[in-house]
Structure formats: C-alpha cells, structure tokens
C-alpha cells in the first residue's frame, strides 16, 4: 500500500475518533448539566417543602398567627442552611389566613438555592378538624321512620332503629339493645323494622353478623364502636357569650312579660331583630306533647301552663336592623327564632340563659327557611341552643335548615301535635343540610305502628362536609393541630 493511501486512512480514522470522542463528550456534559440540574431541583423541592412543615410547626404553636410573628403583611424569608451549617438557599411564604369559621390555611412556600436559577414553589392547604362529621349525632336511643333518607353518617351511643333510607355508615356504641318503642327481644343496635324484619340477635352475638340489608343500610352498618363523647360536642356557652359581649353581637333576656327574640337573615350582610312579645296559643282542643322532652306523656293544652308550645309568633315589635358582628358570633340570653337567608357570610347563633337553671334553659326555634346562597364553603350557620332545637306548629310546609344545629342538653325535633290542632299537624318535606347533634332522642315525625301522626311525611338529611374544615365560627374543634389537606408542586 502506498504511503498517500496510508495517509487517507489515518485522517478518516481520526476523523471518525474525533467525532465519536466529541460526541461522548458531549454526551457526559449533557448527562452531567442534566444531573446537576435534576439535583438542583431537587434540593430547590425540598427548600421549599421544609417552608410548608415549618410553618405547620408554626401554627401548632402558635395556632392563630398568620403573620409570622411579624404582625405584618407577607411575604416571609428564611435563609436555609445544609446539614453543616452553611445557608444554601431561602424560601419564602405566602400564608392566606382562614375566612372567619374556617380553620382552612393557605400556604405557598417558593424554595429557591442561592447558586442556582431553579426555584421551585410548592402550595398546600392545612386546617384543624371539627367535631362535626355526622349528619346525625345523639346520645339517646333515636328512631328514623320511613320517608327518611340520610346522606351522611350516623351515630348514636345507644340504639337506632332505621326504617328510611341510608346512603351512608350508621353505627351504634351498643351490639345490642331493648328498644323502647316496642316490646320483645333485644335487638341489633342497628337495625330497621322494614319487611323482612332483622331476627332477633343470637344470645353471644358477634358483632360482624349482622344481617345484610343493602336496600336499607346502603353503605352498610356497625354496632359496638366507641362511645363519642357528646360533652366534647357541646360549647362552652358562657364563653361565647363573653366572646358576642366583647366582639359580636349581644342581648340579654327580653322580660318575664315577653318570649325571646326573633332574627331575620339578610343577604345583604345585616339582620332584621324583634322583640317576641305574644305567642300563639293552642287551637281549641289542640293537644301537644314530647315524652322525650319532658319525660311524660303529658298534652299541654290552650288551658294548660305551656301555653307557648306552638312556638309561632303572635306579635313582635322591631328593634332595629344590624350588621352581622365580623367575628360572626351573635349570642342571645332568651329563647330565638332564626329564620332567612345568607351570602358570602359565617355565623354562630347562640342561645343560654345564666345563671342556668334546668326550668329556664333557652331553645332556638325555626319555622321558616334558613338557607345560603352559596354552597362551596363561603357560607355556614351554627345553631346552638341551651336546650333544644324546636320546629313549632306553624312552620312551613316545605322547610329547609341549611345549619349545623346542636341541642346542648335537649332535642333536636318537633312536638306531637295530634289531629285537633288543624292542617298544621302534619307538614309534607324537611330538608336539613349540616348537621344534627341532639343529646336526648332527635325527631321531626310521630307514626303510629307504620303511619305518619304528626310532623314531616318526607325528612331529607344531607351532610355538608364542608363542615369538617369549615364550621361556623367558635365551634368546637377535634383536635389542636393541624392537617395537611392538600399538596402540590406548582412550579
């Protein structure tokens, strides 16, 4: 071979090598920049989350501090240092306090490295759960006749017998028990009277055998789960009604010639406030009762000492239109009826008299629609009554309840009125959506055997669970920390 041949050889030879050579070069260089980067990154992610659990610490310390400790309007910066003490980066929070109720806080947290471009922004939501996670919630035996249908959880620390529709767990503290609306055996604690009839339990029952009843119990049933503490529900009403003296809205007791007052909602953020001065009596012959209430049978009557059971107002005298208080707390010292509608608003109304006496415990009472105007969060309505939470007489045909309503130390319900008290007796569809908590036996409706005596022929129960995160101011709380509700990378 010729030596120019030779020579035509090498070069394309070292050609090719160069070219290979560069292209591995470059490659490593690329792989290396993409792994710096990625690393870069990573770092950045983990600057940015340490910012989100600092702040979580933060606030389980200092539970109501949106600021920082600065009082100051954001954003915060805090230098980030690596594990042997030098600062490497910083991030910077972004915190949006909760609307007034809610416990919901926003955090966006942007982690950024000091040697580097990438910066990365993480964004999460934490809150404190409230107690309220049940549509119903008692501490009695209770009784759910036919014509209702429920779309929340329901609880009790004793028995309950379901004859509607559930579409979501009902469970009962007890396995078994005697249920006082009938005689015989023991039954489930759980368990429903519509055809075929639940069997009497086995004398060991096993708490996992229950019979199958999915076109009762659509999310299935339990007995034998842990007792709720119904004591951590109920507020501290003496200190609401500091919190309503010192920040929100406050009245105390109307008179001994007078009822309680009346509040109508407003849209426009204000609410219309009137003196109860008369109630209506009983028609002629008309019978009321509540056994559960008032642990008798006794029918109170036009000439009987309860003259107020029908619970309508007669007349009333205006006292003034008034903004619902910032705080959203309005505690009143008497008996209330609430009825109307809200927007964009949070409020807790309470009812107590003090000192308390048994014979004197107040109710709030609703007749009328109390409804939102917006279903997202934005608005919600606490009723906490001393006593109970009552429907009266005249209330509406088709009435709705958009409020998470608790009766302290009575029931959530509606007298018995019997056929002599007119076409008010029975009423055709209750809608609640919130929820219930009532320390004695809740109830809208009276039947005898199967049929429908008094109240609401069709009773809807749905759960807000908006609720959890979000209740009405000052309600109470399950826990003092908080928890992560929702994470995510967003840069």
């Keep these: 071979m010729k030596k120019g041949q030779i020579l035509i050889y090498v070069l394309v030879y070292n050609t090719l090598a160069i070219i290979i050579l560069t292209g591995i070069i ?51 910066i805090h230098n980030f240092k690596n594990r042997i003490g030098n600062i490497i980066g910083y991030f910077k929070l972004e915190i949006t306090p909760p609307l007034i109720g809610s416990t919901i806080v926003n955090i966006k947290s942007t982690g950024k490295l000091n040697f580097s471009n990438v910066e990365k922004i993480i964004e999460s939501k934490l809150a404190i759960p409230s107690l309220i996670k049940f549509s119903v919630l008692s501490d009695d035996n209770v009784r759910f006749g036919q014509g209702t249908v429920v779309y929340g959880q329901i609880h009790s620390n004793k028995g309950i017998r379901f004859d509607g529709t559930a579409y979501n767990l009902i469970s009962s503290a007890l396995i078994t028990y005697d249920d006082p609306d009938h005689t015989g055996c023991d039954e489930w604690a759980v368990h429903t009277h519509v055809s075929p009839q639940d069997p009497c339990p086995p004398s060991n029952p096993n708490p996992n055998n229950l019979p199958s009843r999915p076109d009762i119990f659509k999310a299935g049933r339990e007995v034998g789960k842990p007792t709720l503490d119904f004591v951590g529900l109920s507020a501290n009403l003496a200190q609401l ?37 008369k109630v209506k009596k009983f028609p002629d012959n008309c019978c009321a009762y509540d056994p559960y209430e008032f642990g008798n049978d006794s029918c109170y009557t036009s000439n009987s000492r309860y003259l107020y059971g029908t619970w309508s107002i007669d007349q009333k005298t205006f006292l003034g239109n008034y903004n619902i208080p910032t705080n959203g707390v309005i505690f009143i010292e008497d008996n209330i009826w609430v009825s109307g509608k809200i927007n964009n608003k949070r409020l807790l109304i309470a009812s107590a008299k003090f000192p308390e006496n048994v014979n004197q415990r107040t109710r709030i009472i609703v007749n009328n629609d109390l409804t939102y105007t917006n279903y997202n969060g934005n608005d919600s309505i606490g009723l906490i009554a001393q006593k109970s939470i009552t429907i009266g007489l005249e209330s509406e045909n088709d009435l709705r309840i958009d409020a998470a309503l608790i009766a302290q130390n009575g029931r959530a319900g509606r007298f018995h009125y019997n056929g002599t008290c007119g076409n008010n007796n029975i009423k055709t569809n209750l809608t609640i959506f919130g929820t219930i908590a009532s320390r004695i036996r809740y109830g809208f409706a009276w039947v005898s055997g199967n049929n429908l005596v008094s ?37």
């Design 455 to 491: 109240g609401y022929q069709n009773r809807n129960i749905i759960y807000d669970a908006n609720l959890l995160y979000s209740p009405p101011p000052e309600f109470p709380l399950a826990s003092e920390f908080y928890e992560t509700l929702y994470w995510q990378e967003i840069k």
């Design 26 to 76: 470059s490659w490593v260089y690329v792989f290396y920049s993409t792994t710096i980067k990625e690393i870069e990154k990573r770092q950045a992610v983990a600057i940015s989350e340490s910012g989100i659990e600092y702040y979580r610490w933060y606030l389980n310390h200092f539970p109501k501090d949106y600021t920082n400790g600065t009082d100051q309007p954001g954003p915060y």
């Design 241 to 277: 009604k500091d919190i309503a003296s010192s920040s929100g809205f406050y009245r105390n007791f109307s008179g001994d010639n007078n009822y309680g007052y009346e509040i109508i909602l407003k849209q426009d953020g204000t609410f219309d406030l009137y003196r109860v001065n």
